[in-house]
């Protein structure tokens, strides 16, 4: 596998995760009690014995380029190839934000020339999954073609967030829809391909100078050339980039038998570690079904909820089907059901978020955020007493006291004026 480049693509901003990514990029969301999402692409990749990484990381990248660091929890903290962050740069004559997948590609041309590589892994680094990437290189190589892309079989449900494929008896791509809209395809895309090196580097060099995206300017051209084939992959996979697929999938790890296990011996995915005490369930206490963070204080009731490290749950305050971040504390008697709440929230005594009817959707992101769960972003302090109703939306470093003194109805947001970008974004 020494001849596998590597490009993680983690770089771009999302308008379907209101407030969690106000301060950070997809791929830097927490996730699973104690991971980050890009684990999953860096661990795949160790655990597939590939060792030349690149990031492409814009969006929001301190706390991704924070966490990743050296690439040494993966072991890519190497002399000789290893882990790099690739981010958008000042050139002689001019200085561009990734305006796309091809033209982030594009803008680092020259790590895929300077390589020694025969073909380039490009991955998404907002999904959920595990995936020998050996098996995927190697069908690859048998198979005579230029391109591979990743499949699964398209399970009940839309389409609309994927591109929709069919594919022949010789697994090669015959049609691909980008989200279609109202079709039907027995096969998605998961964003995975296998390119061959020389093929790539022609595509990029001839791509036209307003072509941007992967998807349209190299790989549909390819297909209607019968250029690429299809490769299976019948595992969990999981898409978080928006709010509703990010709680399923976490949700799913509190399962009897979750289809996705983080920890497993045989294939663990790796994460920056933090010195942290264990976490502490006192007398007073009742925990069901739910993963605790290292560091924690769980002093009230936690139900089905994951709690990242550090979170504190004081005496009567009960936590349900909820996903706490690291360094937030829930005051006596306080009550959450169907939320998430960001880093080093505050919720005051007594106070509730999550009540009322989960039909409303939220005003603002009637198509985002519909399901029932309720979003606090990072520092935000909720006052005691305050009611928070469902599908709502408390923006980063919300004070206190720019909580209304009534109940805050399902659907609606409130955010800092000077903030409000930082949520849609």
């Known amino acids: ?7 993680i693509l983690a770089g771009g901003a999302s308008s379907d995760l209101p407030v969690l990514t106000a301060y950070r990029s997809k791929a830097a969301l927490p996730y699973g009690g104690k991971y980050r999402v890009i684990d999953f692409c860096l661990s795949n990749c160790s655990n597939s014995g590939l060792r030349d990484v690149g990031v492409l990381a814009q969006y929001n990248p301190a706390s991704l380029i924070a966490h990743i660091g050296n690439g040494g929890p993966w072991d890519l903290s190497r002399k000789r190839g290893g882990l790099a962050i690739l981010q958008p740069f000042a050139g002689r004559t001019e200085s561009n934000w990734f305006r796309g997948t091809a033209d982030a590609l594009r ?28 098996r995927l290189i190697d069908y690859h190589n048998r198979s005579g073609q230029p391109v591979t892309m990743a499949v699964r079989r398209q399970p009940e449900g839309t389409l609309e967030k994927y591109g929709g494929l069919e594919i022949d008896d010789d697994q090669v791509v015959r049609t691909f829809v980008e989200k279609p809209e109202g079709e039907q395809f027995r096969f998605l895309s998961l964003g995975i391909y296998v390119f061959s090196r020389d093929l790539l580097l022609d595509r990029l060099a001839s791509l036209e100078a307003d072509t941007h995206d992967l998807v349209f300017g190299i790989l549909l051209p390819l297909i209607e050339d019968s250029q690429v084939r299809a490769f299976v992959h019948d595992g969990y996979w999981a898409d978080i980039g928006w709010l509703e697929q990010y709680y399923d999938s976490s949700m799913h790890l509190l399962g009897r038998e979750p289809a996705l296990d983080p920890g497993g011996k045989t294939w663990p995915i790796m994460t920056k570690t933090e010195n942290q005490s264990p976490s502490r369930i006192t007398r007073t206490a009742g925990v069901e079904n739910s993963l605790i963070g290292s560091g924690s204080l769980v002093e009230g009731t ?28 829930i005051e006596k008697a306080a009550t959450l059901d169907g939320c998430i709440l960001d880093k080093k929230v505050r919720v005051g005594q007594g106070a509730v978020i999550g009540y ?37 939306l408390i923006g980063p470093d919300v004070t206190s006291d720019l909580i209304p003194s009534r109940d805050i109805v399902c659907g609606e947001t409130i955010a800092r004026e000077e903030r409000w970008l930082r949520i849609s974004s």
Do not use: W
């Open 1 to 7: 596998m020494d001849r596998t480049l590597v490009v």
């Open 107 to 134: 803008q680092h041309i020259e790590v895929i020339r300077d390589s020694s590589c025969d073909q380039v892994l490009i991955l998404s680094g907002d999904q959920v999954y595990k995936m020998d990437y050996r």
């Open 302 to 329: 936690v139900r089905h909820s994951i709690l990242f490290p550090g979170v504190r749950v004081e005496p009567g305050a009960t936590v349900t089907n909820s996903i706490v971040f690291s360094d937030a504390s």
């Open 356 to 392: 009322g009817n989960p039909t409303t959707p939220n005003a603002d992101f009637p198509q985002i955020v519909r399901s029932g769960i309720s979003v606090v972003g990072k520092g935000a302090v909720i006052p005691g007493g305050a009611r928070i109703g469902r599908n709502c």
